[in-house]
């Protein structure tokens, strides 16, 4: 079993930063791509950014040169900068990773962790 651990939400004033990490533990033999969503009240959860084993990344037309996604293969965990943000960057944020355990695949989310952005 995996887990994956969210941190570092709260609420931060419009033009602030923040920075999510997602460790995760547990039975891992490597970590293929990683990603952040997030989830506003009353919307559907929607893709922030995404990287690759190999570091490609790709983010939302929202967030492009405001977010910065990145991971650190030897801990295990994933990142997201945050910065320059606005009141409609408030929302739960999940972060999910496709791990191997040198059999097989499968695609782990964390618990989430609340952003807010307000004055």
């Known amino acids: 079993q995996v887990q994956l651990v969210e941190s570092g939400g709260g609420l931060v004033q419009p033009g602030g930063s923040l920075r999510l990490s997602c460790a995760a533990s547990g039975n891992i033999f490597s970590i293929n791509g990683m990603g952040w969503y997030r989830q506003a009240p009353g919307k559907e959860r929607e893709l922030v950014a995404r990287i690759t084993s190999g570091g490609t990344t790709n983010y939302a037309d929202s967030v492009k040169g405001r977010f910065t996604i990145s991971r650190d293969n030897a801990k295990n965990t994933g990142y997201l900068q945050m910065n320059s943000l606005k009141p409609e960057d408030t929302a739960v944020y999940y972060c999910?990773?496709?791990?191997?355990?040198?059999?097989?695949?499968?695609?782990?989310w964390g618990q989430g962790t609340q952003v807010t952005v307000s004055s």
């Open positions: 999910t990773m496709g791990v191997s355990n040198g059999f097989r695949s499968r695609d782990y």
